[in-house]
């Protein structure tokens, strides 16, 4: 008997329990819970006092996101990945890019606190070391970056983080991002085996200006197996529920087996960012650092 964790109220609790604040001006960002919100009130750090003289209270000033935008969605929360396989990340000169598969994280990794000042400084470090480029999908891009776990969420060596962009990093957690209706399942041909060919191959039409039925019906044109089952979001979402449920100790994750692919549908905005903006990063200076596979 599997039990769903990927539930309506999961969906609410991630909606209203996290927050990423960033400020436009000074680049101070933070992700904090309510509670934390709460205890930190009293006890600013040297960068939030930095920042605090500067704010001028406007409306997309992040003193006031978390009041203007009360359910507004984390953006960068990290997470945790198999060590025991894949090949050199982006940075090795000529290296191979890692293989994007789709997972789900152990439940227990979920909402494990963390120290925010030290969180920055070591992401920071793991964005440099990995030039702003998506281990997955080479994206290259200095804004809306984020960085992952490998294996523990409270592992913050630098040997345990690697850059991600925020489309392949969604493919690494399917069970939220199925539940918000981004992302659903269908049967792909067997050659299939690297999503980041789906995210290059969505990024290129988001960047066309294609709309999203469009994207997902030019998606299964070219990626879906002949007469391959496409899956509507109930049954996409018990596979998840199926998959994080299957994940024993020590394992970080489980992955969806070969010859199911995903496919993206429409996010929206964040943060008043447009998503082509943020999520598909279709922004001057954004470039794939090498030629990403077709
Ligand atoms: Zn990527």
Not at 116 to 139: H, S
Not at 198 to 206: D, E, G, H, L, P
């Amino acid at each position: 008997m599997i039990s769903a964790i990927f539930t309506p109220e999961f969906e609410r609790l991630w909606r209203t329990r996290s927050i990423l604040v960033w400020c436009e001006k000074c680049a101070w960002r933070t992700f904090r819970t309510t509670q934390e919100k709460k205890a930190r009130a009293r006890q600013r750090t040297p960068a939030q006092e930095r920042h605090a003289s500067h704010d001028d209270g406007s409306k997309t000033h992040s003193k006031n996101i978390a009041a203007v935008l009360p359910d507004l969605k984390v953006a960068f929360l990290t997470h945790t990945g198999d060590t025991t396989e894949q090949e050199e990340n982006a940075n090795g000169e000529g290296g191979l890019m890692k293989i994007l598969r789709p997972s789900v994280m152990a439940a227990r990794e979920w909402f494990k606190e963390r120290d925010p000042e030290e969180w920055r400084r070591i992401r920071k470090q793991a964005l440099e070391r990995d030039g702003y480029t998506c281990v997955y999908c080479a994206l290259s891009c200095r804004r809306f970056m984020q960085v992952n776990h490998i294996g523990a969420e409270d592992d913050h060596r630098l040997e345990n983080l690697e850059t991600v962009c925020p489309a392949c990093h969604s493919v690494m957690h399917l069970g939220i991002n199925t539940l918000q209706g981004v992302i659903t399942l269908f049967e792909c041909k067997p050659a299939l085996t690297n999503m980041a060919e789906i995210v290059c191959a969505t990024r290129s039409m988001v960047n066309k200006g294609y709309d999203w039925d469009e994207i997902e019906v030019h998606t299964y044109g070219q990626f879906r197996r002949t007469a391959g089952r496409i899956y509507e979001k109930a049954d996409s979402l018990a596979i998840a529920n199926q998959l994080v449920s299957s994940i024993q100790a020590p394992d970080f994750r489980a992955y969806l087996p070969e010859g199911l692919a995903v496919v993206f549908h429409e996010e929206g905005t964040w943060n008043n960012f447009l998503e082509r903006t943020w999520k598909w990063q279709c922004i001057t200076g954004s470039r794939y650092r090498k030629e990403p596979r077709s």
